[in-house]
Every structure is written in C-alpha cells, then in structure tokens.
C-alpha cells in the first residue's frame, strides 16, 4: 500500500521542477551571415497560466532567414529564430485549462500581446494596439529581455498563445501550419473564399503550398503561378486545377481579368502589376510574403479594373487553432524535408534559392 504514496509525492516532487526556470540548448545565428551554433539560453519559470513544452519539431519559416540577415532592421543577437514549433506539454501552471501534461501543444508567431485593447478583444491579437509580443526577437513583457523561438529544445508559453495539436496527426508535417498554415488561411476566411471560385497562388514555396492544399480543401478552383519548372507537376498534386510559369505570356494574356482572388506569397518584392491584371472587376490580390516596398504597379490599370492590392500577416490565436482543426479534418499537412539542428544554416540557404520542398522540419530531439 505504501507504493501508490510514494508514485504521488514523486509526482508532487517532479511538476514543480518542470515549472522552473531552465538552462535550454537553442541554436543562434550571432551575426547576418546565416552560421547556425549551438546556444544555451534561459527560460522563465512557468506562472499558473503558463505550460512548458518540450519542443519535438521546429520548422524554418523564410521569415527567420529575413530577420537573420537583418532585411526588416538588425536584430538582437544572439538570435533563436523559430515560430512554426510542436512538441509534448512537460508542466502546466496551477491555472491551466486548455493542456494537461503529456498533451501535444503548437506554438505559432506570437506569445502574448495586451489582451485588453479593441484588435485584442476581437481575437486579432496579431494586430495588438499596444504591441504584439512575437516569438522571437520581440521585446517580452515578461521577463523583460528578448523572445527567443522554436529552435530550441523548450519554451515556456502562456496557455493562451498555445494551440491543441489533436492526436493521430503527422507531427512534424503540422508544425509549419503554425505560421504557413494560418497566414495562407486568414485570408482565404477574411476575402471569403467560395467553392468553385478561381484563386490564384503565386509563388509555391513554403507558403504557397500551404496555401494550394487548404483552398483546394474548400472547392476553390486553384490556380498556380511559379517560377519553377518542377514545381508545375507539384502544383496539380497537391489540389491545383492549373500550374503555369511566371514566363507564360500566353497564359498571363489568357488569363487576364479571371480570378476572384489572388495570393502573393514570393517572399521577396517584384512587379506585382501582371498578376492584379488577372484579377476580375473589384477583387483582391493579398501580399502575405513580401514584406518590403511594393513595386510595380500601374495607378491607371488598377483604376480602370477597381483592384485591390491588401496585405495580410499570421492571423489570431483562434484562427489558428480553426486551421489546425481544419488540416486535421481534411488530411492536410506540410510536405517537408525533416533536417537535424546542425542543417539549420545548409537549409537556410536552401530556401533562399528555392530548393526547399517544400519545408525544412527540424527534429528538435536529435543530438
Ligand atoms: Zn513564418
Ligand atoms: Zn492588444
């Protein structure tokens, strides 16, 4: 009879040390030239509304590589980059509701943000009027210092900001809905994308492929633009309609004015013009990749075709949890390439010339 006790205090014993703060291994880019080393950093001690998870699956977002190489202003070095991240839930605050210990938690862009202002209060808290804490390189309420993100082995995170991973699903295939999946699903939700509407995908890369697979999922006719020759092929597997080249004058000439809506994921800025011309009369082309100057555009042609160019970035923590949910339901996961943390770098400059298919996963749990 003693042995049921003795399980209980130990198990009393192993949660508080779970919650403490941590020395965690991390691998940090410490300049702009793409080197990825082995770090070690400090996690916070887990507050009754917070869980810690063991990270299992990190994937590289081109957004890491933007900040690395310092193309949105320098960031604070030693960097930890990540914010496409799942693993197992480790310790749960004494306030926790939405986890238990054992469960599978994601982590997407954004930990925390004021939770009171109007954006906050309508579940946009990616838009927080008084700043939205991101995931990494953000200033942290908390502890003061600066986010550091998934390519870690653990993070501590408010429930609040942590998604349910339901069980049975490929693990590390969800982690770049994270962030791919629910920036490329926001938009399809806010431009109310139909069945049998014409929906146009440039650029196929991490996002993009995303992006195919989810509007393919709700009966939109998707369409693909890409530069990439063996990415036509890919197209049509994973649910578009029709592939072309960005080179494909015909096509472009074709296609002019037939699309209900269109998707720019190309994570650097390029003449845009072209593909608002594809557009119907009053519709939308939304830029989720390239976060710089826009280039190119006509003000006489977007006039006479009454275009919209919108923007559009991640989404809030409860549409991320809906495209969660909606990956799950309909089978969807991110076709990937699964690397151990000291690819990092090597993968890095993969994506940079567009030979990642179509996600880099790193296996946090390997040496
Ligand atoms: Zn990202
Ligand atoms: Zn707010």
């Known amino acids: 009879m003693a042995l049921p006790a003795l399980a209980g205090a130990a198990r009393a014993q192993a949660a508080p040390d779970a919650l403490a703060h941590s020395q965690v291994q991390s691998w940090a880019a410490f300049d702009t030239s793409g080197t990825f080393a082995p770090h ?36 604070a070095f030693p960097l930890v980059p990540g914010h496409e991240m799942v693993g197992r839930v480790i310790g749960v605050g004494a306030e926790v509701r939405k986890f238990r210990e054992g469960d599978i938690a994601g982590v997407g862009t954004m930990v925390d943000s004021c939770g009171t202002c109007a954006n906050c209060r309508a579940d946009r808290e990616q838009n927080c009027l008084n700043g939205t804490t991101f995931t990494y390189n953000s200033p942290d309420r908390i502890s003061g210092g600066v986010t550091y993100g998934g390519y870690s082995r653990k993070i501590v995170v408010k429930e609040d900001f942590a998604l349910r991973i339901p069980p049975g699903v490929d693990l590390a295939g969800f982690a770049p809905l994270l962030c791919a999946g629910i920036t490329t699903f926001s938009p399809i939700n806010h431009w109310n994308l139909q069945p049998g509407q014409r929906y146009g995908v440039i650029g196929m890369g991490g996002l993009g492929h995303l992006a195919v ?16 020759e063996d990415k036509l092929e890919d197209a049509r597997a994973f649910g578009a309609a029709e592939a072309y080249l960005w080179s494909d004058e015909d096509a472009m000439r074709r296609l002019a004015g037939s699309f209900d809506l269109m998707l720019s994921t190309v994570p650097v800025a390029y003449p845009m013009q072209p593909f608002l011309n594809l557009l119907k009369l009053d519709k939308t082309l939304v830029n989720v990749g390239a976060l710089f100057p826009v280039e190119g555009l006509q003000g006489m042609m977007m006039g006479f075709g009454r275009q919209s160019l919108a923007g559009s970035m991640t989404g809030g923590i409860a549409e991320t949890q809906r495209v969660i949910d909606f990956a799950a339901h309909h089978g969807i996961a991110a076709t990937y390439e699964m690397i151990t943390p000291d690819q990092i770098g090597a993968a890095c400059q993969k994506v940079i010339t567009k030979d990642a298919r179509y996600r880099y996963v790193i296996d946090m749990t390997a040496a």
Do not use: N, Q
């Open 40 to 75: 070690t950093i400090t996690r916070r001690a887990a507050g009754p509304r917070d869980i810690v998870v063991e990270i299992m699956f990190s994937s590289i977002c081109h957004s890491d590589i933007h900040t690395y190489k310092g193309d949105w202003g320098m960031p």
């Open 213 to 228: 697979k989810l509007a393919a999922a709700r009966g939109a006719e998707v369409v693909v633009f890409t530069t990439s």
